[in-house]
T-cell receptor
Framework: QKEVEQNSGPLSVPEGAIASLNCTYSDRGSQSFFWYRQYSGKSPELIMSIYSNGDKEDGRFTAQLNKASQYVSLLIRDSQPSDSATYLCAVNGISGGYNKLIFGAGTRLAVHP | ETGVTQTPRHLVMGMTNKKSLKCEQHLGHNAMYWYKQSAKKPLELMFVYSLEERVENNSVPSRFSPECPNSSHLFLHLHTLQPEDSALYLC??????????????FGSGTQLSVL
């Protein structure tokens, strides 16, 4: 079982719609969860972090965390073509006795006009 | 600008060459990382330095050699690479606390091509 799983996509949504990106993780002890956006040929950029169950909103972005279900999601409201990118889910886990961020393979989002 | 500067942005090298990637962070963080990103694969952690001490190398081949002279600078020395080593190499930094990793900030990456 992969440690952090994401649907690779592409997820295609029309401009103005809500894009919903999902992520599941295997380590029940994980405490910190992050969403990164990566444009083609660029490095990942942190857009959201969430540490407790529930929703966290920042502008058009909402992160949702459910630790019981080991599930974290990212909602993008009023999607714009500039949101087209790959979204990486990252989870803080312990491997070899050491804390590290474990990344999913990413979901590619395409917002079409 | 994330506060993590990485050079060069692009690098083409032959299998017999020796080159180095450089990274500098201006965020006052206590940990620095090298990641490898290949097409369609998750980010792979290669090396971690915490307080200038290497704490994990993740079974990376010896043709990759990291160096961390201080908490702000990180190098990745490359020699006798293989074509399958072609990838995007990312430097990152974070503040490590007893409760875990805080946010990870990435440099712009080096797109490496091995011919």
């Amino acid at each position: 079982q992969k440690e952090v799983e994401q649907n690779s996509g592409p997820l295609s949504v029309p401009e103005g719609a809500i894009a919903s990106l999902n992520c599941t993780y295997s380590d029940r002890g994980s405490q910190s969860f992050f969403w990164y956006r990566q444009y083609s040929g660029k490095s990942p950029e942190l857009i959201m972090s969430i540490y407790s169950n529930g929703d966290k909103e920042d502008g058009r972005f909402t992160a949702q965390l459910n630790k019981a279900s080991q599930y974290v999601s990212l909602l993008i409201r009023d999607s714009q073509p500039s949101d087209s990118a790959t979204y990486l889910c990252a989870v803080n886990g312990i491997s070899g006795g050491y804390n590290k961020l474990i990344f999913g393979a990413g979901t590619r989002l395409a917002v079409h006009p | 600008e994330t506060g993590v500067t990485q050079t060069p942005r692009h690098l083409v090298m032959g299998m017999t060459n020796k080159k180095s990637l450089k990274c500098e962070q201006h965020l006052g963080h206590n940990a620095m990382y090298w990641y490898k990103q290949s097409a369609k694969k998750p980010l792979e952690l290669m090396f971690v330095y915490s307080l200038e001490e290497r704490v994990e190398n993740n079974s990376v081949p010896s043709r990759f050699s990291p160096e961390c002279p201080n908490s702000s600078h990180l190098f990745l020395h490359l020699h006798t690479l293989q074509p399958e080593d072609s990838a995007l190499y990312l430097c990152a930094s974070s503040q490590l606390r007893a409760t875990g990793i805080e946010k990870l900030f990435f440099g712009s990456g080096t797109q490496l091509s091995v011919l």
